[in-house]
């Protein structure tokens, strides 16, 4: 990959991207107060009062929860950006074979939208973050660096997402994706509840999902409870699905591009 | 150098899994000539044209543009080429003018440099007064006018056309065509896939004609038009009973020592009129009326690229 040429792709999605931010940039700030209030505060009440104080002690629901949460958001985000807009780019608009007729080459494409996508990650998160500072539930410094790790979750999900996308004849995958895959893992990778309420069966399931990775080192580190080594290991699981998913991404796209 | 190959190609084969879509064709395209690669859908044009615009991998043989190999210097050959794809690949949310400008950033170019030839190509093109539309709603003539001038934003040495013309109107391919021979008069190497054979004649001074992944006959129109058909052609229209029976008739006849067979070489018979290939039209048919047949219409015309093409790639259809 050259930087340069990559980078020339980059700015063709930020070209895009500037007929639509008005619409993502409202949903970035109104999703975190919507959840934040309804079930941070509004759940997060009857919660505290019960015995959800026994499980999380010293900690209220609304700072257990919105940490949580900005993993979660990461995936989601990741999970949208990388699954319409590149087969819209392989199948509808075909923007990617624009590029292939230009000195673009097919893995500089993918990391110029790869970029794109962790830009959309960086600003929609960074929202997010000032959204939890402003209802309080941040209780370290350290949440300054959950953002990071949340962006890095989030292009977890991208990598492998665009792999499966660019693999798919029609949309039709994508609904399947979201409601076996995306859904679950939002409900039942430790954002809402500890991984260690669910049954025992499932507790290693949750603990293979890279949102759980993400989920516990972006509460840790909001929470002020952090420590170097299982952090380290997070960030390498994390990373590791990142770079395997980039590989793989490069060959799904090679094999539906350059025919 | 006037015989300088730009695109160089022996024994090229190019497979997806079991299925040979190119199999085996050499071809040399000349710098400033306009070349035409023919054939019915399937037969491996595109599939040609993707690999010289280092797209698609070579299986087997040897192809050199530019004096490079596509395998390991794509980025570098695309730097020099324009690409004209069969469906457009243009992008319908921005207007005309940033079409350009965004593609021009693909080569690298600078916002000014992009700027002014944008400029110069939309008047080009002549779609100065539509810069600031969106794409989406133009017409399909209009959309490939655009789609030629972001083709040239990088003044590119050989510009690869595939069906530049299909499903324009009329007045719209003449447009096209107009524009394509002033980039060949500037010194622009043309190639282009179609099957209309006017396109070729009118845009091509060489040809090959594909058919199965092979190259079936190649030269320039005339000599294409001199080698597999003739200079004149008689189409006669019999009553539908006695078409096919008049038909074998004559078929008999010709390249004969008759009468008709000194004057007509070959002759065919269709489901609904009899062709006569011949020098002269008029002496065949002037010999075909003295045998005493009843003919209602007769009509002599010139002999034309597509009987060459029907003749190598057969009447039966494709798909």
């Known amino acids: 990959m050259t930087p340069a040429l990559a980078g020339r792709a980059f700015a063709y999605w930020m070209t895009q991207y500037r007929r639509t931010w008005r619409g993502t940039a409202v949903s970035s700030v109104l999703e975190p107060l919507g959840f934040l209030a309804a079930m941070g505060i509004g759940l997060g009440t009857l919660v505290d009062s019960g015995t959800g104080s026994a499980t999380l ?58 970029l794109f996508v962790a830009f959309r990650l960086v600003t929609t998160l960074t929202v997010f973050v000032a959204v939890m500072a402003g209802f309080g539930a941040i209780e370290s410094p350290w949440a300054a660096l959950a953002l990071p790790v949340a962006v890095l979750t989030g292009m977890a999900y991208a990598t492998v997402i665009f792999a499966f996308a660019a693999r ?21 990778s430790g954002t809402f509840f500890p991984v260690s309420q669910l049954p025992d069966w499932l507790e290693p399931v949750a603990w293979a999902t890279p949102l759980w990775h993400g989920v516990e080192l972006c509460r840790s580190l909001s929470l002020g409870t952090a420590h170097l080594v299982p952090a380290l290991l997070h960030v390498a699981y994390l990373a590791a699905w990142t770079a395997a998913g980039f590989a793989l991404a490069r060959r799904c796209f090679a094999g539906r591009l350059e025919t | 150098m006037p015989d300088e190959s730009l695109i160089r190609a022996r024994g090229l084969v190019t497979r997806f899994g079991n299925f040979t879509a190119v199999d085996g064709i050499d071809v040399d395209v000349r710098r400033g000539e306009a070349f035409g690669f023919l054939g019915p859908n399937g037969a491996g044009k595109s599939s040609t044209m993707r690999m010289i615009g280092c ?22 050959i695309r730097a020099r080429l324009g ?31 992009a700027a002014q030839r944008a400029d110069r190509l939309l008047e080009f093109v002549q779609l100065a007064e539509r810069s600031g539309s969106l794409v989406e709603p133009l017409s399909g003539g209009l ?20 069906e530049p013309t299909a499903g324009l109107d009329p007045q719209a391919r003449h447009v096209l065509w107009d524009r394509l021979f002033r980039l060949k008069q500037q010194g622009v190497t043309l190639v282009l896939t179609t099957h209309y054979m006017d396109e070729a004649e009118q845009l091509c001074d060489r040809l090959v004609v594909m058919d199965g992944g092979r190259i079936a006959a190649r030269g320039s129109p005339q000599q294409l038009i001199r080698e597999w058909a003739t200079r004149e052609v008689v189409e006669l229209r019999f009553a539908p009973d006695d078409n096919e029976s008049a038909g074998h008739k004559l078929e008999a006849l010709a390249g004969g020592d008759g009468e008709l067979g000194r004057v007509v070489s070959r002759v065919e018979v269709l489901p609904d009129r009899v062709l006569l290939y011949a020098e002269d039209g008029d002496a065949a048919s002037a010999a075909t009326h003295r045998l005493g047949l009843h003919i209602p219409s007769v009509m002599v015309r010139r002999g034309t690229l597509e009987d060459v093409f029907l003749r190598l790639t057969g009447r039966t259809l494709v798909d």
């Open chain 2, 83 to 113: 690409v004209v794809p069969q469906q457009d690949t243009l992008d319908m949310e921005l207007t005309v003018r940033e079409n350009l400008l965004i593609y021009a950033r693909y080569f690298g170019l600078s916002r000014q440099v």
């Open chain 2, 143 to 162: 959309k490939r006018r655009l789609t030629i001038a972001r083709s040239l934003i990088n003044e590119p040495e050989i510009l690869l056309l595939d």
């Open chain 2, 55 to 76: 797209v698609s991998p070579v299986t087997e043989g040897s192809l050199t543009i530019l004096g490079m190999d596509p395998a390991t210097q794509g980025p570098q």
């Open chain 1, 168 to 188: 798919q004849d029609n949309d039709g995958g994508f609904a399947m994706l979201f409601r076996f895959g995306i859904v679950p893992m939002f409900l039942f």
């Open chain 1, 57 to 114: 002690p010293g900690v209220s629901y609304l700072e257990f929860l919105a940490p949580g949460l900005l993993a979660a958001t990461a995936m989601q985000t990741a999970s949208f950006e990388s699954t319409y807009p590149v087969m819209g780019a392989i199948k509808w608009q075909r923007q990617y074979h624009a590029m292939l007729a230009t000195p673009l080459r097919v893995v500089d494409l993918l990391a110029g939208h790869l």
